[in-house]
């Protein structure tokens, strides 16, 4: 019987539908990811080789400093761009520690900071994510398998102060080199 009063009276369904859509109208919010405030999370990442642990939480409980995401090591704008504007700005000293995390293995990401950084007189240090938990745990991932294989992390850059995030600077399209690039950050 319903189904009838429907069919004779379409004008009045769908003024009633739009009444509804009007007040409650929907948006595509992306999640929220990572905030000020959030505490660094507590988790292991790897430095130079699976064996050798790094917690980050533990690491910005005695000093302030930044987290520099990137997409994949060796990538054109990351071995180029992105994390040469930390390695060469003349206020990273005064930026405390300095971490470049990645969704890569140990190995990788040792190898790319010999690359970019042979001497390692820049201080960074240059972190696995190999199961990609810390990236998962900022909610800053994102898959690309035909260009990287899986998932993995937004390019952003963290200012930490106090164990907390003092600011958040992620590039909106994920892979892109403006926002989180060293001159926004660091100043």
């Not at 909610?139 to 993995?152: E, K, N, Q, W």
């Amino acid at each position: 019987m319903a189904f009838r009063a429907l069919r004779r009276a379409p004008n009045a369904l769908s003024s009633a539908a739009s009444t509804i859509t009007s007040r409650r109208a929907f948006h595509g919010t992306p999640r929220a990811f990572v905030k000020v405030g959030d505490a660094v999370p507590d988790l292991e990442l790897q430095e130079g080789s699976p064996g050798s642990k790094v917690n980050l939480a533990a690491e910005f409980a005695a000093a302030d400093g930044v987290v520099v995401g990137v997409p994949a090591a060796f990538s054109g704008a990351c071995s180029q761009t992105h994390v040469p504007s930390y390695i060469k700005h003349p206020g990273l000293r005064e930026a405390g520690r300095v971490f470049v995390v990645s969704v890569n293995d140990a190995f990788v990401m040792k190898a790319w900071a010999d690359q970019l950084d042979p001497t390692h007189e820049s201080g960074i240090r240059f972190l696995a994510d190999p199961a990609g938990d810390f990236t998962k745990a900022l909610d800053l991932g994102f898959d690309a398998p035909a260009i990287f294989g899986g998932t993995r992390g937004k390019r952003y850059a963290l200012v930490i102060k106090d164990g907390k995030v003092k600011s958040v600077h992620v590039e909106p399209d994920n892979t892109g080199t403006n926002v989180s690039m060293a001159e926004k950050v660091l100043g």
